[in-house]
Each structure stands twice: as structure tokens, then as C-alpha cells.
């Protein structure tokens, strides 16, 4: 089975989904973005310092996915450079990671300009001009990263550059240029903000966030019908990056993401049971179904009628008065 890294990766590759993310995070989840209007560009990013002499050392760095969007916007054409880096966890040196990523691709544009101008007619007006390579009419594409965290939890590392540096005088810090990241994180959505999205990265965000309670996540995939007609790579990737041991068939297409978690929750209980028989102890059996009250898979209700006690009895004999 493929790795969080790698299905998270292929994932985000897809048009849909890469345009959604940029869309939410760019424009409110208003469909500016088209995506048709993208295209892959080459995500390994090699730089050489200014100059270019035999001493430079080469940076390389590998994105995970970088795509250029042509569009319009107010009657002029529009070209960004946007990248994606997915996290499945977290990472605390992102704002310095992301700001390498952006500025290799600024520093590329740089020198792919001045390898225009001497290999075409256009030629320096000044001495400036001819030193730098990069003309004064020049201008460079703008590159937005947004880093997506697949985790549950709640990103607790630093979103900015000034949030790693620590430095007593606080006046020097508007000295120091910062770094920002931008940063798509389920923890940090609001229920009512998953509508933004329009693929069926909504529903994987949804499901990630709730992923560590498996009472509110049966609750979640209960309320919602698009739960029950899931693409078969958005079931994929959620089941790796949650670890959700989901059950479906292989050959599936669409998934019913309920019918699922239901024959988990029903797998869990049959192995509960058959663990209690096999210890031949009653109180294996009323720790497991326990165990399965307090995940809110079962009610105490159910849980005592399989026990064979009344309410009462269980709750006494479960501990969970």
C-alpha cells in the first residue's frame, strides 16, 4: 500500500483538486481558477549563486507539485507560479523550507531572463543593466505555496519566519524581512467552511479532522449523503493518512464511506467478542463491549443487552459509574 507521502502526492496532482486548494485559499472559494488554465512545471529547483563562477556550490530542492495558472482577471491576462507542499506531519522549519522553495524559483526567473537578453537582440541600455542581466522593464512571476497538512491534530509549529527567531530586542525584528507560509490545515477549518471547497477534497479535510474521534466521525459520515458515494482515490487516501483500517471491496469504484466505517465498527465488535469467548472470562467480553461504548461505537444500551444484564448491571460491572 502506497505511503501518506506518496498518495498525498498524487492526490494533489489532479487539476480539480490542485485548483480547489488555491481557490479556497485564494479567493474565498470563489472558482477563479479553472483547471484547464494549469500547467505542470518541472518541481526540481536547482539555483546558483550570483555569478556563476566555478566555486558556486548548486542548491537543489525537489517540490511536490508546482504548476503555472494562466487566467483572466479584470481584462488582463494573469500568470502565477503556484505550489503545493503536503505535510502528513508536521514540520517546524516549514516558514524556511517554503521560503527556499520560493526564492529558488524567483532566483530561476532571474537567470532564465538574463539568458534571454544575451542570447536575443534586446540589448542592455546601461551598464546596470548589462552587470545585473535583468533589466529595468523586467518583472517577475509572483510564486504563492500553500502547504497542506493531512494530520488531525492542531499545526503547532511556526507559520512565519519571525515566529523561529528568537532575539530580545523586539524593535530589530521590522529589520528582518518575514517569511509567512501559508498554511490549509482541518483543524483550523470551521465545519461551515468546508462548503469553499468544490471537489471531494471536502469531505477528505472533514474526515481528517474528525478522524481521532470515532463518535463524531460515524456522526459526520451519517449526516452527510456524500459520504455514501465517495471516488475511490479520496476513500484511499483518507483510510492511509488516518489510518482508518477501512473495509471496501477492491475492485470499488465509488466507495459508501458509512457502509464502511459500519463494517469496521461490526469487525471490531466480532473480534471483541470472539477474544472474550476465547479468554473464557465474562469479563473480557464486558471490557471489550466497554471499550466500544466509550468509542461510540456502541450505546450502553446495546452493550448491556449483549452482555446479557440489564443497564444497571453492565455500567456497575464495566465501571462506568
Known amino acids: 500500500m502506497a505511503d501518506k507521502d506518496t498518495i498525498t502526492k498524487e492526490y494533489m496532482q489532479d487539476n480539480e ?7 479556497f485559499l485564494l479567493y474565498d ?3 477563479v481558477i479553472k483547471p484547464e488554465q494549469l ?9 546558483l549563486p550570483y555569478g556563476e563562477d566555478n566555486k558556486s556550490a548548486p542548491i537543489q530542492k525537489y517540490r511536490d507539485i508546482l504548476k503555472m495558472v494562466t487566467a483572466m482577471q479584470d481584462d488582463k491576462m494573469a500568470y502565477l507560479l503556484l ?17 527556499l522553495y520560493d526564492a529558488i524559483q524567483y532566483v530561476r526567473q532571474v537567470e532564465d531572463t538574463a539568458k ?7 540589448k542592455a541600455d546601461s551598464r546596470a543593466e548589462f552587470l545585473s542581466g535583468f533589466y529595468h522593464t523586467d518583472k517577475l512571476l509572483p510564486v504563492i505555496t500553500v502547504t497542506v497538512y493531512f494530520g488531525a491534530d492542531e499545526w503547532n509549529a511556526p507559520k512565519s519566519l519571525h515566529d523561529m527567531i528568537e532575539i530580545d530586542d523586539k ?3 521590522k529589520f528582518i524581512p518575514d517569511y509567512k507560509m501559508n498554511l490549509i490545515a482541518p483543524y483550523n477549518i470551521d465545519d461551515w467552511e468546508f462548503s ?21 466521525l460515524k456522526e459526520l459520515v451519517h449526516e452527510d449523503e456524500a459520504y455514501r458515494n465517495v471516488s475511490r482515490r479520496t476513500a484511499d487516501m483518507v483510510n492511509i493518512v488516518t489510518g ?8 470499488e469504484e465509488r466507495v459508501d464511506m458509512c457502509k464502511a466505517i459500519e463494517d469496521m465498527r461490526k469487525d471490531a465488535l466480532a473480534e471483541g467478542v470472539i477474544k472474550g469467548l476465547a479468554e473464557g472470562r465474562k469479563e473480557g467480553i464486558i471490557s471489550t463491549l466497554a471499550g466500544l461504548v466509550k468509542d461510540g461505537i456502541l450505546s450502553i444500551a446495546d452493550a448491556a443487552q449483549r452482555a446479557g444484564m440489564t443497564v444497571s448491571e453492565f455500567e456497575i460491572k464495566a465501571g462506568l459509574r
Open 17 to 23: 483538486v490542485f485548483a480547489d486548494v488555491f481557490n
Open 29 to 31: 472559494g470563489e472558482q
Open 39 to 47: 500547467r505542470p512545471l518541472d518541481t526540481t529547483a536547482i539555483a
Open 83 to 99: 505550489g503545493i507542499e503536503n505535510q502528513s506531519q508536521i514540520h517546524y522549519a516549514m516558514p524556511v523550507r517554503n521560503m
Open 116 to 122: 534571454s537578453h544575451k542570447n536575443g537582440e534586446n
Open 171 to 173: 524593535g530589530l525584528l
Open 196 to 216: 469553499k471547497f468544490h471537489t471531494e477534497l471536502s469531505l477528505a479535510m472533514k474526515y481528517i479532522k474528525y478522524s481521532k474521534s470515532k463518535k463524531r
Open 244 to 251: 482508518s483500517d477501512l473495509s471496501y471491496k477492491m475492485g
